[in-house]
């Protein structure tokens, strides 16, 4: 008899076929992920599905179907092609985003000093070098995101944080704080640089690392 938890995966692969008419997905569904943005999904034939939960969710999926096929040739690694398979609906308020899986797995912290981390840590820098190094007239057609570092936006992530800040800290540990926010707007390099196209959410368990070179 099935559990809740597979009985929630079924019903989730009957509401996506019924979104996009002829999608036939390979049971079981298998969760990968279950996180603020996102809920992560994928079938036996290996698809991935991203379902919404968040507004933001949505204008992610879209830049990501526009963005992924345009960089594919500047990086040295496999690029997922993506394609919006519904958009905000009564079922899937946010819509939801598939692409074909790679067979690969999420980086564990155990790989930073397993033998061949040299060759990880060579490939991680490789890939980020790529990535930073895309011209951005490349990008000229895509939707216009928030750069975050701006003095404006910079300032307003300031003010929006240090109260909480200072009721979480020690006296010592919230003047550093300050003296950190001081030196961040101080800092010219903040303000004069060239314009990159930056990964924004570069941790471990949002790189794959190659099974093959797994112990």
């Not at 345009?70 to 398979?85: A, E, G, H």
Request: aromatic content about 8%.
């Amino acid at each position: 008899m099935p559990t809740s938890h597979e009985t929630t995966l079924i019903t989730l692969a009957d509401n996506i076929e019924r979104e996009a008419p002829g999608l036939k997905l390979q049971r079981p569904l298998t969760e990968l992920g279950d996180g603020f943005r996102s809920i992560v999904v994928r079938d036996a034939s290996g698809m991935v599905y991203l379902i919404g939960r968040t507004n933001s969710a949505a204008k992610g999926y879209r830049y990501q179907a526009n963005l992924l096929p345009q960089i594919n040739s500047y990086l040295p690694v496999v690029v997922p092609n993506p394609r919006i398979l519904s958009g905000p609906s009564e079922r899937f308020p946010v819509g939801i985003i598939s692409y074909p899986s790679l067979p690969d797995r999420p980086i564990k912290h155990s790989d930073a000093t397993a033998p061949g981390w040299e060759q990880l840590a060579s490939d991680t820098a490789e890939f980020l070098a790529a990535l930073h190094q895309i011209p951005i007239s490349a990008l000229a057609d895509l939707e216009t995101r928030p750069s975050l570092t701006s003095r404006l936006e910079i300032i307003e992530a300031r003010n929006s944080t240090i109260s909480v800040m200072k009721t979480h800290l020690t006296t010592r540990e919230f003047d550093e704080l300050e003296r950190w926010w001081d030196r961040l707007l101080s800092d010219q390099w903040m303000q004069d640089f060239r314009v990159s196209l930056i990964h924004q959410d570069f941790w471990h368990e949002n790189i794959l690392i190659q099974i093959d070179r797994c112990s």
